[in-house]
């Protein structure tokens, strides 16, 4: 690659004399560069213009006016891409959206775990089955899934594959959400037909029939609204592969800026955020809306720290605690980070991810998560704000539209011995599509107590 000091890249490229955790050792660093140059020369998946707008929607959630919903798979697969895949997602996503946006009153900001979700950090570097020890599978961006030596060796064509990849799924996730597909009655009837199906769901029958109400109340009295018929949707992904974020991290030219149009928004997982290293130095650079999970050992000192890299202007919007303490810890450890960030009179937006922080092993062997943990961690983060009467921001879930069968429990229940049936995730256990519907009535319900 030429890094030269003039192109609209090199502001990016900040990080690149610090330590970057999860990176992938590639055997051939001149096919890295030749790769590079190719994607830097590639249009942007996403406009700056776009990126600020999700901006907007954020500095409601951080002030309590709107509420986020993010979810996908926890790693997209490159033969994950078809229609029927994305559609079932997004499907599940405007479903639970329109449950949100009822029972909270207010409006429900919707953003995929999608269109680039490509690159899992790992917390080993290498897996053993049966004796046979081999590089740890890092997501379809850097190696392959396959239990070979030659699939797991990291090859920078993959970059190239990810943003084609992304560029597919995005522009069918715009069809299906301005092109009528979205329509909110239509989502509705998607709903009354889980709830008169689902073995729970007599349980939300109450809060399908409001729905219903209102809907019908509104035709009735005319109108129509244009927000009806499309849906705001916005894309979003771990920003882990640094090579591969900043070639698509462009100047815009109204504002000089600097933009990853690789995502509206990206976030630093729990592995990549230590502050003096690469992943929260490139984070610092970019316009983006930014999300940073915040695990168990998170101090309130570090979160203020993040606060003055990342939000050294306090700008509501910009900056998101995604927060994965495990149901167990989350009363405990929430409440101190809260209130001093708050006291420190800047506005980041609060939301849980209730998924990392309770996932176990059952006797199987089988990576997975209990329902009710899930659902407690989420009601756990509702108390800790309630407390302090500040705003529970939103769900961060992974899940997918499918019926598959990895996270155990929920209405339509999943029992361990059930799981091997369609364990089909290439990373962490995701919700099947009954179980999102099951935890949007659920807290739903919540935001109304
Ligand atoms: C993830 O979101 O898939 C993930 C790895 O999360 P975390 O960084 O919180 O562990
Ligand atoms: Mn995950």
Known sequence: ??????????????????????????????????????????????????????????????KGE????????????????????????????LQMGAVLTYAASVPVVKVGRIAGQYSKPRSKPTETRDGVTLPVYRGDSVNGFDFTEASRIPDPERLKRMYHASASTLNLVRAFTTGGYADLRQV???????????????????????????????????????????????SSHEALLLDYETALTRVDSRTGQLYDVSAHMVWIGERTRQLDHAHIEFASRIRNPIGIKLGPTTTAEEALRYIERLDPEREPGRLTFIVRMGADKIRDKLPELVEKVTASGATVAWVTDPMHGNTFEAASGHKTRRFDDVLDEVKGFFEVHKALGTHPGGIHVELTGDDVTECVGGGDEIFVDDLHQRYETACDPRLNRSQSLDLAFLVAEMYRD
Request: glycine share 6%; charged share 25%.
């Open 188 to 234: 509705h009837a998607w709903n009354q037909d889980f709830v008169r199906t689902s073995p729970s769901g007599q349980r939300y029958e109450q809060l399908a029939r409001e729905i219903d109400n209102a809907l019908n109340f509104m035709h009735a009295c005319g109108a129509d609204p244009e927000e009806f018929k499309t849906v705001e949707f916005y």
């Open 66 to 93: 709107a509420f986020l919903l993010q979810g996908g798979d926890c790693a997209e697969a490159f033969d994950g891409v078809s229609a029927d895949q994305i559609r079932n997602k997004l499907k599940t996503l």
């Open 1 to 62: 690659m030429t890094v030269n000091a003039k192109t609209s890249q090199s502001a990016g490229n900040t990080w690149r004399d610090l330590p970057a955790a999860q990176q992938p050792e590639y055997p051939d660093p001149e096919a890295l560069r030749a790769v590079i140059a190719d994607l830097e020369s590639y249009p942007p998946l996403v406009f700056a213009g776009e990126c600020d707008q999700l901006r907007a929607r954020m500095a409601a959630v951080a």
